[in-house]
């Protein structure tokens, strides 16, 4: 059977949209109808006019577009969490504000953010805060908005992000759990990390900047403060692809992203920013089989991997999500 042309005679067949973010595989990317980083992901998805959606992403992806347009059926080839999102749930948000709470901070002084890598559950913990989401193309945007508030900053869940947008701002950041006083930063950050993103380092753009003289190195913010301080450009994903479309063709550059973005965008004159392949593996779940499966599924009146979210999430959620459009 080939797969991809049974892909396209059901995508005719059915009232569906195929959604891929940037990360996806070639072979699966290639087929989508609607493709982008997850900010313009969650807003097209929205506005598409089917009953289905299949999501080819992760699954906060996918349950940000069933919590912002909760009258369609999300469906995804693969269920795959991200990494990142896992390292936080609702509890342990809550165990983030107690320690601020411990620390004399009480819960009118916080103003909650969550990167719009986490589940549903937190984002609905940050919207009953009336905290709200962001996403790298956004998170300056929102927290200089944040900022007018006069509240600490409770940035969940990347550490990194969170850490490289102080920096730029000028403010004070710290982390849950350091040693030092949360009262005396503006940015309170948790923990989590992206491990696809933690895989490029220093010594990396000093081994490309040695061999290219010249060379611009350019990152996404999931990496560290160390890698984003050395690097030429810092940008979300569309902000990294606009980027590059301006250079000259003939501009060395090394990027720090994911891999098949990368791959994507490469021609001789781009290199990844890692002697690993730097692979998203949940990204990388999703292949032309699952999505076949997924397609199959409607088309059999049989639905598998539809993503459903109770009322009560999908009420907060929204809200926070909400919140990061109005700005
Ligand atoms: P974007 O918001 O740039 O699409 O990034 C999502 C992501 O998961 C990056 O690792
Ligand atoms: Fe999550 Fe990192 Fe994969 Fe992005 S690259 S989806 S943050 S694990």
Not at 91 to 96: D, G, M, T
Not at 171 to 176: A, I, Q
């Amino acid at each position: 059977m080939d797969l991809k042309q049974e892909i396209l005679k059901l995508k005719e067949k059915l009232d569906v949209t195929i959604v891929a973010h940037y990360y996806q595989h070639d072979s699966v990317f290639e087929l989508a109808d609607i493709v982008g980083d997850s900010l313009e992901l969650a807003k097209k998805s929205m506005e598409t006019q089917t009953e289905f959606i299949v999501f080819c992403g992760v699954g906060f992806m996918g349950q940000s577009v069933k919590i912002l347009a909760p009258e369609k059926r999300v469906l995804m080839p693969k269920i795959a969490c991200c990494a990142m999102a896992r390292m936080i749930e609702s509890e342990s948000f809550l165990e983030a504000v107690k320690y601020l709470n411990d620390a004399g901070i009480p819960n009118e002084k916080i103003l909650p953010i969550t990167y719009i890598n986490s589940n549903a559950s937190v984002k609905a913990e940050v919207g009953k805060m009336g905290g709200m989401v962001c996403t790298s193309s956004n998170a300056e945007k929102i927290i200089t908005k944040a900022l007018k508030e006069n509240k600490k900053i409770l940035f969940v869940p990347d550490r990194c992000l969170g850490e490289n947008i102080a920096k730029k701002m000028g403010l004070k950041s710290t982390v849950v759990g350091r040693r030092d006083d949360p009262k005396d930063a503006d940015i309170i950050c948790f923990n989590g990390f992206c491990s696809v993103h933690q895989l490029f380092s220093v010594e990396d753009i000093e081994f490309f900047r040695n061999k290219y003289p010249g060379i611009k190195i350019i990152s996404h913010p999931e990496c560290t403060v160390e890698v984003c301080d050395e690097s030429d450009f810092v940008g979300s994903t569309s902000q990294i692809i606009k980027y590059i479309d301006a250079l000259d063709p003939e501009q060395k550059i090394a990027v720090a992203t994911e891999f098949n973005l990368v791959n994507r965008l490469r021609d001789k004159n781009t290199y990844v920013l890692s002697a690993t392949k730097p692979v998203c593996p949940t990204m990388n779940e999703t292949g032309l089989q699952e999505l076949y499966d997924v397609l199959k599924s409607i088309d059999d009146n049989d639905i598998q991997n539809e993503v459903l979210v109770d009322e009560e999430t999908t009420k907060w959620a929204k809200i926070a999500l909400e919140r990061m459009f109005e700005i």
